[in-house]
């Protein structure tokens, strides 16, 4: 089992151990998105090092993730289109 699987794990745990405590489930949901899980690890991007590694910031607003990742992603996806409309053409 990795590292990552093991976290998961632990994280499905404490919250079916909330979760059956009759909670109210916006508060329980608001509790799991304050990163209260665990309070001892920094969330800060490991990327970029500035700000908070969220799902927004990932996704949109980390410029080291912008200055390779993103790009090459998106060239991978150009090349997937230029491939099929070359074949499509007879090009290739």
Sequence with gaps: MT???????VIADK???LSSQTLIRTTSNAWLKADKLFPEIDNTCRKCWEISE????I??????LALGDYTHRHSQGANIVHQEL???????
């Design 3 to 9: 590292m990552m699987m093991m976290m998961m794990r």
């Design 15 to 17: 919250y079916m151990t």
């Design 54 to 57: 969220t799902i927004q910031h």
């Design 59 to 64: 996704t949109g607003a980390c410029h080291t």
């Design 86 to 92: 070359a074949v499509k053409c007879g090009l290739l």
